[in-house]
């Protein structure tokens, strides 16, 4: 991508955020005081939401998982949407009832699964539950999207009995959840502008989806339930400070002060992670000249000298310490600058036993280059650790349950405890016991059994 092609891009978006301001101004001439808002769509691309929100009374966006969208996706793009915001409850404003329409085909949504997306929105923050649509359409293009009342008009289909008995359960207490915050310690930097640059570059592959790779390091900590904030790139240094680790996956582009914001933050004792694909263009998606990582460079404690592309389906190993893993797109041929070794590639390509993963001392704190792509477990692996030296709040459930928590006034919290799969689940986790399951009022006593899908709802003292 040219420099040209990515001011084309900041013009798209900045162009359609004009025609959005000047609709709400229009508005503003006849109405002070009701909020506006127009809704987003999560991890879009075209559209630089970090921007928008600043226009914004309160975010609002569009929740449609594919068939096959890991639960940890969608609450990654949950956690985006709440940290454009900066960290506000955000508006749920679409999710389909049922099926949806623009697939390859039609899936139904599974008894349960509705309620279960829906509370898992409220879990990272959202203060509304919202459908489109309520009246099935008779024509058009949507016309086999999922609708509160279907083409039967009628009140008797699972659909609409499952849709009442929710908007039953968030009247009943929906308003002492609302308002409430997620606290957490951990950051990562979704940027608009590495996700242009990233999946623009003609080389060295055509492998990347930076929103996956966001999700390649979000999983490793939603799986072991640690809160995130999704913030931007240029977070000032004061509110950065607020976080003891912060990661920024395959932030190709730096933007200017980005680099020396990080390595403040390092040197006063942050924990900072980033790794292959980093640092490498300036704001006008020109390679910064003197070796990859850029700007990056002094503080990470690597040069990479080159980077190697992997074919589709291949992989390469990484082993080291903790981490046993394969990793895949892209591996990074680093030598280390004071940084440590923590991993190494395996195979017979000829930088087999080079670096793979490292971590250099800056200042009071650390900074951590993972070298390539690592698989579920090797992400899991390389984490682990790191979690437990900065003594991060992590709780092991099983397979598929997430557990979130958010603060109310007064000292409440309010956990959510959620199946994301269509198997009976059952745990203890005494961090809960003593807590009250606001839906049935049961008062938890160690076992705590969930139905496909189910929900859990606990205030805690």
């Known amino acids: 991508m040219s420099g040209l092609q990515m001011d084309y891009r900041r013009f798209q978006s900045q162009a359609q955020l004009a025609c959005y301001t000047n609709e709400r101004d229009a508005i503003r001439e006849y109405d002070a005081t009701t909020p506006i808002t127009t809704n987003l769509m999560g991890t879009f691309k075209d559209l630089d939401y970090f921007e928008w929100a600043k226009e914004m009374d309160v975010v609002s966006w569009d929740n449609y998982p594919g068939m096959d969208t890991p639960p940890s996706f969608t609450a990654m793009c949950h956690d985006l949407m709440r940290g454009i915001g900066g960290n506000k409850p955000f508006m749920l404003m679409e999710q389909t009832p049922n099926q949806q329409n623009w697939f390859p085909f039609c ?112 999983r490793a900590l939603w799986r072991r339930n640690v809160p995130v904030d999704m913030i931007a790139s240029t977070t000032p240094l004061a509110r950065l400070s607020q976080y003891d680790l912060a990661i920024a996956p395959a932030l190709i582009t730096v933007l200017p002060g980005v680099a020396e914001t990080l390595e403040a933050y390092v040197a006063d004792g942050g924990t900072f992670i980033t790794g292959y694909m980093a640092g490498i263009h300036d704001e006008h998606d020109l390679v910064v000249p003197g070796g990859y990582p850029g700007k990056l460079r002094r503080l990470m404690g690597v040069w990479v000298e080159e980077i190697d592309a992997l074919a589709p389906g291949e992989t390469i190993e990484v082993h080291g310490g903790t981490v046993d893993a394969k990793g895949e797109i892209v591996t990074s041929i680093i030598h280390r600058e004071g940084a440590e070794r923590l991993a190494t590639y395996g195979g017979d390509e000829f930088y087999a036993g080079h670096s793979a993963l490292t971590v250099n001392a800056y200042g009071k704190g650390k900074a951590y280059f993972v070298g390539t792509p690592l698989d579920e477990t090797g992400m899991s692996a390389f984490m682990a650790p790191i979690i437990k030296e900065l003594d991060l709040k992590s709780l092991d459930t099983p397979e598929d349950v997430s557990l979130s928590v958010r603060y109310g006034d007064g000292g409440t919290r309010y956990a ?46």
């Open 107 to 218: 899936k139904v949504k599974q008894p349960g699964e509705v309620r279960k997306l829906s509370w898992q929105a409220v879990a990272h923050g959202a203060d509304t539950v919202r459908f489109f649509q309520m009246k099935q359409s008779l024509g058009g293009c949507e016309r086999f999207h999922g609708a509160v009342i279907a083409h039967d008009g009628t009140e008797e289909s699972r659909v609409f009995k499952e849709t009442a008995a929710l908007g039953e359960e968030l009247d009943r207490i929906g308003r002492r959840i609302m308002g409430s915050r997620i606290e957490s310690r951990v950051a990562i930097m979704f940027d608009w502008q590495s996700y242009w640059s990233l999946e623009g570059c003609v080389g060295p592959t055509t492998g990347f989806n930076y929103p996956n790779e966001v999700h390649r390091f979000y």
């Open 416 to 461: 959510f405890l959620i199946n994301n799969s269509a198997a009976d689940k059952r745990l203890c986790l005494s961090e809960l016991n003593g807590g009250t399951e606001l839906l049935t009022g049961t008062v938890i006593n160690d076992l705590i059994e969930l139905k496909p899908y189910g929900v859990d709802v606990i205030a805690l003292r």
